[in-house]
């Protein structure tokens, strides 16, 4: 089947911490956008091991997942190119850790920032996409399935290019 249609797989985490949340603001073609430490998968890793590595990428913060929120599908039209691209997105409650203050945020993230539902409800417009305030708001709902929910199959965390040989009997 040519062009079989693929959906980007990404990660986000849902942040809370003395009533506010973690966001990110990051550098688009868009502009300056607001969204929750987000990314894609990348190949080797699960889904919670992606979303471990693009908080601490985007915010210098250790994460700790605690609970699925949800899994969520939105469509995206490029602005500079035209490009209609759908995203596929595992949303992750958890805590953040440590501070690693020393780190260099990853390309295009401006700075991490600690705002209140009120104030990320007001400044809509700037966010990423609207699965920003979804997720919050799924969140807040007291949306949350256990991790175990999200399996991760141990050929997916091989090294590419190597299989798994078999005994044959």
């Known amino acids: 089947m040519p062009n079989r249609w693929k959906p980007n797989v990404t990660v986000a985490a849902i942040v809370e911490h003395e009533g506010r949340f973690l966001l990110v603001e990051e550098d688009t073609a ?3 956008r607001l969204n929750n430490p987000a990314g894609h998968l990348d190949p080797g890793e699960s889904p919670l091991q992606a979303c471990v590595r693009e908080v601490l990428e985007e915010t210098a913060y ?20 035209g490009d209609d691209i759908t995203y596929l997105r595992f949303a992750f409650a958890g805590r953040v850790g ?8 990853d390309d295009g993230i401006v700075r991490a920032v600690w705002l ?8 809509a417009e700037r966010h990423r996409s ?15 399935a256990p991790l175990e929910l999200v399996h991760t199959d141990a050929s997916v965390l091989q090294v590419p290019g190597h299989t798994r040989r078999t005994a044959l009997t």
């Open 30 to 32: 868009d502009g300056l």
């Open 62 to 81: 250790d994460f700790e997942p605690e609970a699925l929120v949800g899994v969520y599908l939105n469509r995206f039209t490029r602005t500079r190119t």
């Open 98 to 105: 440590t501070h690693h203050g020393w780190r260099t945020l």
């Open 116 to 123: 209140t539902l009120p104030e990320i409800r007001a400044c």
């Open 130 to 144: 609207p699965l920003v305030l979804q997720c919050l708001e799924d969140y807040l709902a007291g949306r949350r």
